[in-house]
């Protein structure tokens, strides 16, 4: 389709509109992290370091931090092992019930959160507090990796349908066992989707705060619910702020790294 | 091989989501707040009948579906301009740039709206030598907080699916003398349409059961969501059945789109 000069024009201008739109608000936040005037009534008054000072020496942050690591490795890690055996499992063979299961594990995502909370509350109370495991940091890792099998599910799935056959017959007809051809063959090429879903499955983690409302014990606090905690506190927002900036910060990382591994040019599948 | 993955999502997630619905047949002692394992659809017939639930369930769809048009009216031209527009390292920047904010955490960008939607806040202070106010806290705010949450969700398989058509196919509509217009309409359009549809699976049910953005930047606003959120310690039962209204409408939303092939474009 050949476009016009204004048509470019046009795509252009929008495209930028909305660059603008979604970047000027994380912007602001990382700005009001240095901003003197407490209430952030724009425009900011001075500028000030004394936030980040306060933010680095608050345990709270810290220990939120630490809990949020935690479950979201331990998540990411089994989601791994149960998304690539089901992936395979759908991949490798026909069975009855086959479209269900890739049915089945959108489900986990497109559901509203909320949903997944309090059913897996009502759950665990059910099962878990009669053998006296309580709510902690246990039902959220748990909770966690409902949603952190799907993504690992669906890249590794993706990358499945694109390997050639052809690959791993070949490598029988050399001479190879199943589980060479496993190692030398299926794994290097499907490592980059391991770790672009890996990768993403944490950064969810990392970022929930329904299903671990409902599903943290009182006294387990992951980073997000800190910062919603102390959302309704006026003297804590300076260090939501920069706790906020410093999030946006991090989250350079992920999409650089996601780039440079996945020949997706999207980096990796939700 | 298959059985560990489906125990987990059997046990652990269609188990408790088959706990969750058989709770919203109990029902909830109105003095002690325990709630009582006498089997009855007392529920389903107040959330049926009370004109509160569905009003709040049409409010929600609207906020849904609004928020879904306004993310693929904004996606369509951001993706193509990255797809078919920008080429090699510029694509690479753009795409980066419009994915960063999916990383950069759903609180941070909701708090993030809610600074700058305060009374002393940036909108209203660009807005001011216009005479004009903004939106405030309300359903609007939502709206726009919501539409700006999930608008990566959209961008990404439109951007993939605009990728992926092929040169040759635009060419040849060009070559047969339809101009731009009639291209987008009858070769890009159809193109992209398993991918919006796709998009639209995360903007409409992520929208329909949010209720963290309602809190903090809807002021009063009531969605089903918060609804939920607020009868879950109150009300168990009435809470588990409320919360089978999203999942109805969000079940038959995916239904209807997998016939559409969106569900291979996730």
């Known amino acids: 389709m050949h476009l016009t000069r204004t048509a470019r024009a046009v795509l252009g201008v929008l495209m930028t509109m909305g660059l603008a739109i979604v970047h000027v608000p994380l912007l602001l936040v990382v700005l009001n992290s240095f901003n003197a005037d407490r209430s952030f009534a724009w425009p ?40 690539v055996l089901a992936a395979f499992a759908v991949h490798r063979h026909r069975f009855f019930g086959r479209q269900t299961v890739s049915f089945l594990v959108v489900l986990p995502i497109a559901l509203p ?13 059910t099962v878990l507090d009669p053998l006296g495991i309580g709510f902690g940091l246990f039902t959220v890792i748990v909770g ?21 056959p052809s690959l791993a017959e070949a490598s029988a007809d050399l001479g190879a066992r199943p589980a060479q051809t496993f190692r030398h063959v299926t794994l290097p090429a499907l490592r980059s989707a391991l770790f672009a879903g890996a990768l993403l499955a ?40 920069v706790v906020a900036a410093l999030l946006i910060a991090l989250s350079v990382i992920p999409v650089y790294v996601a780039q440079r591994l996945s020949s997706d040019s999207a980096g990796g599948r939700l | ?25 109990w029902t909830t002692d109105s003095f002690t707040s325990d709630v009582i394992h006498v089997w009855n659809t007392d529920n389903f017939r107040t959330i049926l009948t009370d004109s509160v639930y569905r009003t709040i369930t049409l409010r929600t769809l609207g906020v849904a579906v609004a928020v879904t048009l306004i993310d693929a009216l904004l996606a369509l031209p951001m993706a193509f301009f990255m ?24 609180l941070v960008k909701a708090y993030a709206w809610r600074v700058m939607l305060g009374e002393h806040g940036l909108v209203n202070a660009v807005l001011a030598p216009l005479g004009l106010t903004g939106p405030g806290y309300g359903l609007p705010a939502v709206v726009l907080v919501l539409a700006y949450l999930w608008l990566p969700y959209m961008v990404l398989p439109v951007f993939a699916a605009l ?3 092929p040169t040759h196919h635009l060419e040849a509509s060009a070559d047969l003398g339809a101009g731009a217009w009639r291209t987008l309409r009858l070769i890009v359009l159809p193109a992209v349409r398993p991918a919006l549809f796709a998009g639209s699976v995360f903007t409409f049910s992520l929208s329909l059961g949010d209720y963290l953005t309602v809190q903090i930047v809807g002021g009063r606003t009531q969605l089903l969501g918060n609804v939920i959120a607020s009868q879950v310690t109150l009300d168990l039962p009435l809470a588990a059945a409320l919360s089978a209204v999203p999942v109805v409408l969000i079940v038959c939303y995916l239904a209807a789109v997998r016939r559409a092939g969106a569900l291979d474009s996730l």
Not at chain 1, 222 to 240: C, D, G, H, K, M
Not at chain 2, 84 to 105: D, F, K, Y
């Open chain 2, 163 to 165: 990728e992926r058509l």
């Open chain 1, 44 to 83: 900011p008054s001075g500028l000030t370091g004394e936030w980040w000072v306060r933010a680095v020496r608050s345990q709270g942050v810290r220990d939120a931090l630490w809990t949020s690591l935690q479950a979201g490795l331990a998540a990411t890690a089994i989601a791994l092992v149960l998304g």
């Open chain 1, 202 to 241: 944490f950064a969810l983690s990392f970022d929930e705060i329904v299903v671990t409302t409902f599903t943290a014990g009182p006294g387990t606090k992951t980073l997000p619910i800190w910062i919603y905690e102390n959302l309704a506190r006026p003297n804590q927002a300076p260090v939501i702020n």
């Open chain 1, 144 to 164: 966690h990796t409902t949603f952190c099998v799907v993504i690992v599910f669906n890249n590794v799935a993706a990358r499945l349908r694109r390997i050639a």
């Open chain 2, 83 to 106: 797809a078919r527009v920008a080429s090699g390292r510029w694509r690479r920047a753009l795409l980066v740039a419009v994915l960063t904010p999916l990383w950069a955490g759903y």
């Open chain 1, 113 to 125: 959160g909320i949903v997944t909370g309090i059913a897996l509350n009502a759950a665990f109370r």
């Open chain 2, 1 to 25: 091989m298959l059985a560990p993955p489906l125990l987990w999502l059997g046990l652990a997630y269609l188990g408790s989501l088959a706990v969750l619905l058989l709770s919203a047949f």
